[in-house]
Each structure stands twice: as structure tokens, then as C-alpha cells.
């Protein structure tokens, strides 16, 4: 391939100058490097395997049958050993993954002989079944608690399709006003509302509904917000508020933050007539960090926690000395 520049042709002759042929050479497009230019051979495919794999998984090593490996055709780990692909080895000659290998024996046990993973380990294991792509374990593990239960309240959670949006904006308003305060927690304010317009004594719902006998321009005459700074609601399901509630403190805890919540009262607030908005509201605080997760072992062996409230026992004992020796 000769590549083509603006220059005009050279027209010198022989004498000390290049030839049209010699300058062609030159500009030739160098030839892709063979594995001896490379410096090293290229493994030749297919690749075979041993009937008997060592592994070495992110370090933590395992052996079984080839046959294991690719006992369902679909998957990752069956398409790595079926010969159309390099895998590198390590020092020891073990075929290396480049994956953190500490739940890589559960799914090999499932490969072996179907066996699940204990409860306390199904997330776990169903990440790693998720990156080999096994799709039976993914299946079996979908059915099994908390994985079942979790779909479960996923579809209640469907109902509200903003609820991402508000969790992430009630973990900003609280970092935000931490980092304001220089405090360690925040407070804010959360409306939490099932139904979707206020109820008064002199009306109830209709039997096995969650809404009320109004037209649409009735309920326009109840809209407003709340003066909070999250809203949740309503929804139509048989989950309540309390059921809300669990999924906030639960998805703010999976961020490693400490959640309490209180019911402060009510919105309160007159709409029209004798109407009024008896929507809940609840304070969240949110805690950023406590006070044994910053403490480190010190020269004696002791943890700064430790020493802290021993020094505020002592503390006590003195006052409460002092205090029965003023008295005597």
C-alpha cells in the first residue's frame, strides 16, 4: 500500500538521489507484528484443556472436570473452555480469571450438583452467577428469599416511579445541611401519604377501594403541597404507609447511613369548607458517621470508644463523690 502526500514527485536522477521506486518503499505501510516481532508466540486455537482444570480465581484457587465447566452450554464459563478463546495460566500452570474468586465455590457446586447457596449468601452469589451468566442458578436463585421477597416489594415500589429520585434527594438535602451545620447528622422533613385526598368524618372510602367518590374537578380543589422537603405518595395498593416507610430505612441503610424516623404530626393544613390536609409527617434524621466507627487501637491495646466511656464513668463517680461528700 503506497500512501499518497501533497509532495510533488522527486525528479532528481542518480546521482545521490532517490529513485520513484526507492521512495514508494519508504512510504510502504509497515506489516502487522508477528508474535516472533512481538517477542513472544501467540497460543495457537483451539485451545485444549486437561479432563481435570486448576483454577486460579482472582488468587483463590479451585480444580474440577472440564466437564463441570461446561455443563450448561449458555454460559460464560462454558464458552472460556471451549477452546475458542486463550485463557492465560499463572506460575503454577492454574488457568487464571481475573474475578474476586470468594463465592466462586458456590457456583461451583452448583455446577457439580445443583447445590444452592445459604440464605445469608444468595446476593452474593447471585452477582457472580450474573457475570458467568449462568442463567438456571439465576432462575433458582430469583425464587429464593431475600431475592423473592425483593421482587416483591419492587413491584410495590413500581407504583411510584419517582422513588429513586426522592431517596437520592433526601440522602443530598441531608449531606448538604451536614456539611452547612458542620454537624455529624440532619434533619428533614418527609410526607409520607397513602390516600389521595384528605378524609373528613362525613365521608368514607367505597368497600374494597382505596379512593373516594369525587370527579376530577373535586380533586383539583384538593391539590397542594405540603411545606416538607420530600413527598411520597399516594398509591394504590394494600401496602400502607408503614410499609413505605420499612423500604426508605431500608435502602438508607444499604448506603451505610443511620436512619431514625419519628411521626411529628400532621400537614394540617385548610383546603376548602371543612376539608383539611391530615397528611402525615415524619422527621428523618440522618446520621453520617458515629462515634466507634473514627476510633482506632491505641499503643495499650485499647479502642478510643472504650476509653471514652470509661473516662465518662469516671467522670460520674467523681461528681456523684463529690456530690455525697458536700451532702455529709
Given at each position: 500500500?503506497?500512501?499518497?502526500?501533497?509532495?510533488?514527485?522527486?525528479?532528481?536522477?542518480?546521482?545521490?538521489?532517490?529513485?520513484?521506486?526507492?521512495?514508494?518503499?519508504?512510504?510502504?505501510?509497515?506489516?502487522?507484528?508477528?508474535?516472533?516481532?512481538?517477542?513472544?508466540?501467540?497460543?495457537?486455537?483451539?485451545?485444549?484443556?486437561?479432563?481435570?482444570?486448576?483454577?486460579?480465581?482472582?488468587?483463590?484457587?479451585?480444580?474440577?472436570?472440564?466437564?463441570?465447566?461446561?455443563?450448561?452450554?449458555?454460559?460464560?464459563?462454558?464458552?472460556?473452555?471451549?477452546?475458542?478463546?486463550?485463557?492465560?495460566?499463572?506460575?503454577?500452570?492454574?488457568?487464571?480469571?481475573?474475578?474476586?474468586?470468594?463465592?466462586?465455590?458456590?457456583?461451583?457446586?452448583?455446577?457439580?450438583?445443583?447445590?444452592?447457596?445459604?440464605?445469608?449468601?444468595?446476593?452474593?452469589?447471585?452477582?457472580?452467577?450474573?457475570?458467568?451468566?449462568?442463567?438456571?442458578?439465576?432462575?433458582?436463585?430469583?425464587?429464593?428469599?431475600?431475592?423473592?421477597?425483593?421482587?416483591?416489594?419492587?413491584?410495590?415500589?413500581?407504583?411510584?416511579?419517582?422513588?429513586?429520585?426522592?431517596?437520592?434527594?433526601?440522602?443530598?438535602?441531608?449531606?448538604?445541611?451536614?456539611?452547612?451545620?458542620?454537624?455529624?447528622?440532619?434533619?428533614?422533613?418527609?410526607?409520607?401519604?397513602?390516600?389521595?385526598?384528605?378524609?373528613?368524618?362525613?365521608?368514607?372510602?367505597?368497600?374494597?377501594?382505596?379512593?373516594?367518590?369525587?370527579?376530577?374537578?373535586?380533586?383539583?380543589?384538593?391539590?397542594?403541597?405540603?411545606?416538607?422537603?420530600?413527598?411520597?405518595?399516594?398509591?394504590?395498593?394494600?401496602?400502607?404507609?408503614?410499609?413505605?416507610l420499612h423500604c426508605l430505612v431500608t435502602d438508607l441503610s444499604a448506603q451505610g447511613l443511620i436512619v431514625d424516623h419519628q411521626c411529628i404530626g400532621v400537614c394540617d393544613k385548610h383546603l376548602i369548607?371543612?376539608?383539611?390536609?391530615?397528611?402525615?409527617?415524619?422527621?428523618?434524621?440522618?446520621?453520617?458517621?458515629?462515634?466507634?466507627?473514627?476510633?482506632?487501637?491505641?499503643?495499650?491495646?485499647?479502642?478510643?470508644?472504650?476509653?471514652?466511656?470509661?473516662?465518662?464513668?469516671?467522670?460520674?463517680?467523681?461528681?456523684?463523690?463529690?456530690?455525697?461528700?458536700?451532702?455529709?
Amino acid at each position: 500500500m503506497v500512501v499518497v502526500t501533497g509532495r510533488e514527485p522527486d525528479s532528481r536522477r542518480p546521482d545521490g538521489a532517490m529513485s520513484s521506486s526507492d521512495a514508494e518503499d519508504d512510504f510502504l505501510e509497515p506489516a502487522t507484528p508477528t508474535a516472533t516481532q512481538a517477542g513472544h508466540a501467540l497460543p495457537l486455537l483451539p485451545q485444549e484443556f486437561p479432563e481435570v482444570v486448576p483454577l486460579n480465581i482472582g488468587g483463590a484457587h479451585f480444580t474440577t472436570r472440564l466437564s463441570t465447566l461446561r455443563r450448561y452450554e449458555d454460559t460464560m464459563l462454558a464458552a472460556m473452555f471451549s477452546g475458542r478463546h486463550y485463557i492465560p495460566t499463572d506460575a503454577e500452570g492454574r488457568y487464571f480469571i481475573d474475578r474476586d474468586g470468594t463465592h466462586f465455590g458456590d457456583v461451583l457446586n452448583f455446577l457439580r450438583s445443583g447445590d444452592l447457596p445459604p440464605r445469608e449468601r444468595v446476593r452474593a452469589v447471585y452477582k457472580e452467577a450474573q457475570y458467568y451468566a449462568i442463567g438456571p442458578l439465576l432462575e433458582q436463585l430469583e425464587n429464593m428469599q431475600p431475592l423473592k421477597g425483593e421482587k416483591v416489594r419492587q413491584a410495590f415500589l413500581g407504583l411510584m416511579p419517582y422513588y429513586k429520585d426522592h431517596l437520592e434527594r433526601i440522602v443530598e438535602i441531608a449531606r448538604l445541611r451536614a456539611v452547612q451545620r458542620k454537624a455529624r447528622f440532619a434533619k428533614l422533613k418527609v410526607c409520607v401519604f397513602k390516600e389521595e385526598m384528605p378524609i373528613t368524618p362525613y365521608e368514607c372510602p367505597l368497600l374494597n377501594s382505596l379512593r373516594f367518590e369525587r370527579s376530577e374537578s373535586d380533586g383539583q380543589l384538593f391539590e397542594h403541597h405540603c411545606e416538607v422537603d420530600v413527598s411520597f405518595g399516594p398509591w394504590e395498593a394494600v401496602a400502607d404507609v408503614y410499609d413505605l416507610l420499612h423500604c426508605l430505612v431500608t435502602d438508607l441503610s444499604a448506603q451505610g447511613l443511620i436512619v431514625d424516623h419519628q411521626c411529628i404530626g400532621v400537614c394540617d393544613k385548610h383546603l376548602i369548607n371543612h376539608y383539611y390536609c391530615k397528611r402525615p409527617i415524619y422527621e428523618f434524621k440522618i446520621t453520617w458517621w458515629i462515634f466507634w466507627e473514627l476510633s482506632e487501637p491505641c499503643a495499650s491495646g485499647w479502642s478510643g470508644d472504650i476509653i471514652f466511656l470509661f473516662w465518662v464513668a469516671c467522670w460520674r463517680t467523681r461528681r456523684m463523690t463529690f456530690a455525697n461528700h458536700k451532702v455529709g
